[in-house]
């Protein structure tokens, strides 16, 4: 029961929000053409026209670039080559370490198979 009168109470309240922005739309273009002849929408376009001309955004430059400058004096090389060693032997051991383990596999799966093959 309370769901259903939040329902109804929030299309209420949309309906009002859009009647009142419906009423704001058509209070503006009766004024626009409350003096006007037969000429409606030229008075129209005329109106919108110098609105259209005020809404000019002005691009802003691009920030300026600031230089940094590399640090490389203060890289130990050593370190560097030590630390790609490191990683070079962890890979090294650890592909041979999965195909040790493809290997073991592939040896059980063969033994499964021949001790379930029928006699």
């Known amino acids: ?67 940094v400058a590399p640090h490389r004096e203060n890289v130990d090389r050593t370190q560097v080559e030590k630390r790609l060693e490191d990683r070079s032997a962890r890979t090294k051991k650890r592909t041979a370490e999965a195909e040790k383990d493809v290997a073991e596999r592939a040896g059980k799966a063969q033994q499964n198979q021949t001790n379930t093959a029928p006699q």
């Open 1 to 67: 029961m309370k769901s259903i009168v939040k329902i109804i109470l929030c299309g209420i309240a949309i309906a009002w929000m859009y009647s009142a922005t419906a009423e704001e739309e058509g209070a503006g273009q009766i004024s626009a053409g409350a003096g006007a002849d037969a000429n409606v929408p030229a008075a129209d376009a005329n109106v919108a026209a110098p609105a259209a001309a005020e809404d000019v955004t002005v691009p802003t430059p691009p920030a300026p670039r600031i230089a």
